[in-house]
């Protein structure tokens, strides 16, 4: 099936600095693909929707300017968590779908990356 | 997107069958139901999805209703790498989004 790669898995920085988050699709090429964020115990929370190219849509309650997202090409979405802060602590994960299907079919999920800020 | 509705956790024995149950009453005729299911610390991984047939893979069975209010995932042969949470998505057709709910911790016993 489909891989989703993401990158690092793990990451621990100091408060107040960024971090970028990279999401690839690596056998096809993603039109769309989703970040989601998740909190210990809870279920994953949709952060914003990126489209190859052109502005993310973001969930209500998620700063666009802190969560900066950008999708510059068919396989690669990333994710810039800005001015980090401890309560930014939590399990980002990204998926992506591809559009001009048929078929319909399901979505492909990136491991995951802990974000630990200190 | 239907909101749907699952047990808050299961057990089931090691090398039973698993039976995750979900309720999707407000499921209209265009929505599918979706399985996904997520392992301590990783991403969720796809299961299985359907429109009213039942369907099967080399993963699982799914049985929907005939009035599609409700689906039953099917794990035939249950082994400890299948514990994990279960989730139950309904997704119309044209939406890429996926609404995760709480899902069915599912824990196998040895």
């Known amino acids: 099936g489909a891989v989703v790669s993401q990158h690092p898995s793990r990451v621990i920085c100091k408060s107040g600095t960024s971090v970028k988050i990279e999401c690839r699709s690596l056998?096809?090429?993603?039109?769309?693909m989703f970040w989601y964020r998740q909190f210990p115990k809870q279920s994953l929370m949709l952060m914003a929707t990126?489209?190859?190219?052109?502005?993310?849509?973001?969930e209500q309650g998620v700063e666009k300017d802190k969560f900066l997202i950008n999708h510059a090409s068919l396989t690669l979405s990333t994710l810039t968590v800005t001015s980090a802060h401890p309560e930014d602590s939590s399990f980002y994960i990204c998926?992506?779908?591809?559009?001009?299907?048929?078929?319909?079919?399901?979505?492909?999920f990136g491991q995951g990356t802990r974000l630990t800020v200190v | 997107d239907a909101k749907t509705t699952q047990p808050p956790s299961m057990d089931c024995a090691e090398g039973r069958a698993a039976n995750l149950p979900c309720n999707h009453s407000t499921i209209s005729g265009n929505e599918y139901v979706y399985w996904y299911r997520q392992i301590h610390s990783q991403g969720p991984q796809y299961i299985i999805h359907?429109?009213?047939n039942n369907e099967t893979n080399e993963m699982a069975s799914l049985i929907i209703t005939e009035d599609r209010k409700s689906s039953t995932l099917i794990l035939p042969h249950a082994t400890l790498r299948d514990t994990a949470v279960y989730y139950c998505?309904?997704?119309?057709?044209?939406?890429?989004?996926?609404?995760f709910g709480t899902g069915t911790r599912l824990t196998i016993i040895p």
């Open positions: 998926s992506a779908t591809t559009t001009g299907m048929v078929k319909r079919t399901e979505a492909f």
């Open positions: 998505i309904s997704q119309g057709f044209g939406n890429e989004k996926l609404t």
């Open positions: 056998d096809f090429q993603a039109t769309t």
């Open positions: 990126s489209n190859e190219g052109s502005k993310a849509t973001y």
């Open positions: 359907g429109l009213k």
